[in-house]
């Protein structure tokens, strides 16, 4: 699920140049940097009662605190300073990573005619600097304009006390709409719709924020569908509440989470494809021990005769022509050093199709397009990984033939062959912690997921490694 997470991103200041045109009051000073360090969701926010975790709330250390006040559990900002010429901005600890939803209700304390603005930054917003000045920030002022980037779009309907103000962001687009006491400003929000009034596409993440600029001014986040005066529109979530799914589940054919009782010798594939029964041979067992992220559980193997099998399937060849595009998923913890080779799993046994294996803490990916004669992608590469740790490793091969590896999300090793097909084995089953019935595994293994038809990681830079399972749907 989408998690509360700050980790803000520096920018140089920019340098404030004062506009012509009212609502603009000429600055006084030098924006400061951009905030830097790692803050978090305060903990003293409410509590969110369909989850039980905390609400999202402003870090104090993320606050123009010579200017701005926070209070009612982190919720509300009050503007305490007027300084002629001068911004007090905060941010908000909740990353943007869905269909996003929140609302600020403008307090009837504050003056009738104050300047403030809200909006979406990326951190590159100093905490006195113009909102909407940075490539990073898209500002919704109570003047009427929406501003980024150092320019503005006139002509929209101005806020101010008692008004409520509504946000939704598409994290997919990046598209961004404002509405003003339930009325959208353009067209109602659609996820992958238009009708925005800005969109912010570059480098994230991306929080609220809320900037002040007028004595006195108050306003207050409204984070939960128990607090919205309007309704959510469709497709959209509160903050953090995005359901995750995967756009390309149709494609999984195989995805083994491992979840069951310590002991246990079952286990069931969550792809569309459902394939059973898994046989679990040897002493292969569930251990609640060991898990990988978003797990409590694995399958773990002790190097004797440990294996499961998985009845053939044509899903188990990969690749038939250069064309077709695979990705294998899996989190590995190695119980030593694999010096002599151990197997991991494949699809190699009465014929040779493809096999995964470790040696020396370096996972390799093995393919036969004629049934016996092995190509090799990521053997004896840098980088290692290491014994009793998880680790990631993730194999794709994109629509050009292009097959790549990653470990921990650190690219291992590229290949273009002349020919990337498979050998079709109508016989062999999918075994998982071995491969020609020899070469046992010593370790665990956690969320196997075999996808074909989609090349998932399409690029010869690092990837992102999951910090949570693997949806579900």
């Not at 403008?106 to 603005?117: D, G, H, I, R, Y």
Request: with cysteine; net charge negative; proline share 8%.
């Amino acid at each position: 699920m989408p998690c509360l997470s700050l980790g803000l991103r520096l920018g140089a200041a920019r340098r404030v140049i004062a506009a012509a045109a009212p609502p603009y009051v000429p600055p006084v000073e030098e924006p400061d940097p951009p905030p830097s360090g790692d803050p978090t969701p305060p903990e003293d926010t409410p509590t969110d009662p369909d989850t039980g975790n905390p609400e999202p709330g402003i870090d104090p250390d993320f606050v123009e605190a010579t200017r701005i006040e926070v209070t009612d559990a982190k919720q509300t900002v009050i503007r305490t300073a007027a300084d002629p010429g001068t911004w007090g901005n905060a941010y908000v600890a909740a990353e943007l990573v869905g269909y996003d939803y929140w609302e600020i209700l403008v307090q009837n304390s504050t003056p009738k005619n104050a300047t403030l603005a809200v909006g979406v930054t990326n951190g590159d917003l100093p905490l006195n600097g113009i909102p909407g000045d940075t490539a990073g920030a898209l500002a919704y002022w109570s003047s009427g304009v929406v501003r980024n980037d150092g320019s503005e779009t006139s002509g929209f309907a101005t806020f101010g006390r008692g008004d409520r103000i509504g946000i939704a962001r598409d994290h997919d687009t990046g598209r961004i709409w404002f509405a003003k006491n339930g009325t959208w400003l353009g067209s109602t929000p659609v996820v992958g719709g238009s009708g925005q009034q800005g969109t912010l596409t570059g480098d994230g993440p991306y929080y609220p924020f809320i900037a002040l600029y007028s004595a006195s001014t108050v306003a207050t986040f409204k984070f939960i569908a128990s607090k919205f005066a309007y309704s959510v529109p469709t497709g959209f979530y509160p903050i953090g509440k995005t359901p995750v799914t995967d756009p390309y589940f149709a494609n999984v054919v195989l995805l083994l989470g491992f979840e069951g009782s310590d002991g246990a010798t079952t286990t069931t594939d969550q792809s569309p494809s459902a394939h059973s029964p898994i046989t679990f041979n040897g002493n292969a067992q569930i251990d609640t021990a060991q898990a990988a992220v978003g797990s409590t559980s694995s399958c773990l193997f002790d190097g004797s005769g440990d294996y499961l099998s998985i009845p053939n399937s044509s899903d188990w060849r990969l690749s038939a022509a250069n064309s077709d595009q695979f990705t294998i998923e899996f989190w590995m913890r190695p119980h030593d050093d694999g010096s002599t080779i151990e197997r991991v799993m494949g699809q190699v046994n009465t014929h040779w199709v493809w096999y995964i294996d470790q040696n020396l803490l370096k996972p390799a990916f093995h393919w036969t397009s004629d049934g016996s004669n092995f190509q090799d992608l990521g053997a004896g590469a840098s980088p290692a990984i290491s014994i009793d740790a998880w680790s990631f490793i993730a194999i794709s091969k994109n629509a050009s033939g292009k097959l790549r590896l990653w470990r921990n999300g650190a690219l291992a090793d590229s290949s273009t062959p002349a020919n990337s097909a498979m050998f079709n084995s109508t016989v062999d089953p999918l075994e998982i912690g071995r491969a020609f019935g020899s070469a046992i595994y010593n370790g665990w293994l956690d969320e196997i997921r075999i996808t074909k038809g989609v090349c998932r990681y399409d690029t010869d830079g690092s990837i992102t490694v999951p910090t949570a399972a693997f949806p579900r749907s």
